[in-house]
């Protein structure tokens, strides 16, 4: 029987992020890096994860990337 967590797997965001939909467009052999990194495995270490935690996925700075150590 199929693990039933497989699906619930990487970020919530994944698909609607917009510093991926928008900044990171233009490169995506690099965006694609960040996203393993960040979105697939290690996603509570994204720093655009954690602000759309405490303030809501509307207001997360466009230009905040997901390495930022601070914010």
């Known amino acids: 029987m ?4 497989e699906k619930e797997a990487g970020c ?8 991926f939909v928008t900044i990171m467009a233009s490169v995506p052999q690099f ?4 996203q393993e ?3 697939l495995v290690g996603f ?3 720093a655009r994860h954690a602000y759309a935690e405490q ?13 930022a150590s601070s914010f």
Do not use: V, W
């Open 55 to 67: 303030h809501g996925t509307g207001s997360i700075p466009e230009d905040l990337f997901p390495n």
């Open 37 to 39: 990194k960040y979105c």
């Open 12 to 19: 919530e965001f994944l698909t609607t992020c917009d510093f």
């Open 44 to 46: 509570q270490a994204c």
């Open 2 to 5: 199929a693990n039933t967590h």
């Open 31 to 34: 965006a694609t890096k960040m």
